[in-house]
C-alpha cells in the first residue's frame, strides 16, 4: 500500500488520534475549531479510503510502517553493497529477538538457511538459547541499549557479529539490528 499524501496538519490530527485524543482534544490542542478538525477527518478519510475513524488510523499506520519497511531495507541494502568484500547476513529483531527484517548477501557458511528466515529467531540461527552465547548475549546487550561487536567462535569461527540497538522516534528500544559477517580473506 503506497503511503497516503496526508498534509502536515493531517498527520499532527492522525498521531493525536492515536495518543488517545478525542476529535474535541485534538481542536484544543491544535487551536482549531470542533468543525474543522471533522473536516480535516473528511479528507484524510478520502485519501486512504477509510470508513471509520478506526480504519482510517489503521490504514494510515499500515501504510507507516510499509514505508518504514522499504527504508529500512533499502538501508541494508547499501550497506550490504558498502561491504561488498565481506560474506554478510543483516536482519533486524523485536524485543523477543524474532527476526523480522532480513537482507542477505553472501551469508557465512555456518548459516543455514532454515535458521536465517524471517520469522525466525537468533535462538534459531545460531542454535542456542544458552544467555551466555556470545550472539545471544550481545543481542540481549543491545536491546538495553549497547552496541557491541563480537568474534564467534565454533561453527561461526572467523565470523564477526555487531549488533546495535533499534529505536523508535521517542527513543525507546524496539529490537536490534545485526549484521554477521566474515571477512574474504
Known amino acids: 500500500m503506497a503511503k497516503p499524501r496526508l498534509t502536515l496538519r493531517e498527520n499532527q490530527i492522525i498521531d493525536l488520534c492515536i495518543a488517545g ?14 468543525g474543522t478538525v471533522n473536516s480535516y477527518w473528511v479528507r484524510i478519510k478520502l485519501k486512504v479510503k477509510g470508513d471509520a475513524r478506526a480504519d482510517t488510523v489503521a490504514k494510515v499506520l499500515e501504510a507507516r510502517a510499509a514505508q518504514n519497511a522499504r527504508e529500512l531495507h533499502a538501508a541494508i541494502e547499501l550497506l550490504l553493497a558498502a561491504t ?8 533486524a529483531t523485536d524485543l523477543e529477538f524474532h527476526i523480522h527484517t532480513l537482507a542477505r548477501g553472501e551469508p557465512p557458511p555456518a548459516l543455514t538457511d532454515a535458521a536465517s528466515k524471517t520469522g525466525s529467531t537468533i535462538f534459531d540461527v545460531f542454535k542456542s538459547d544458552d544467555p551466555a552465547h556470545p550472539a545471544i548475549a ?6 538495553k541499549g549497547e552496541e ?16 546495535r540497538p533499534m529505536t523508535d522516534e521517542t527513543g525507546a528500544t524496539i529490537g536490534c ?3 554477521l559477517s566474515s571477512v574474504d580473506r
Do not use: M, P, Q, Y
Request: proline letters at 0%.
Open 21 to 34: 485524543l478525542t476529535n474535541e482534544g485534538i481542536a484544543h490542542k491544535l487551536g482549531l475549531g470542533l
Open 84 to 91: 561488498g568484500r565481506t560474506r554478510s547476513v543483516i536482519w
Open 138 to 143: 550481545a543481542h540481549r546487550r543491545a536491546v
Open 148 to 163: 557491541c561487536a563480537v568474534e564467534l567462535g565454533g561453527e561461526f569461527a572467523g565470523s564477526c557479529l555487531r549488533v
Open 177 to 179: 539490528v545485526a549484521i
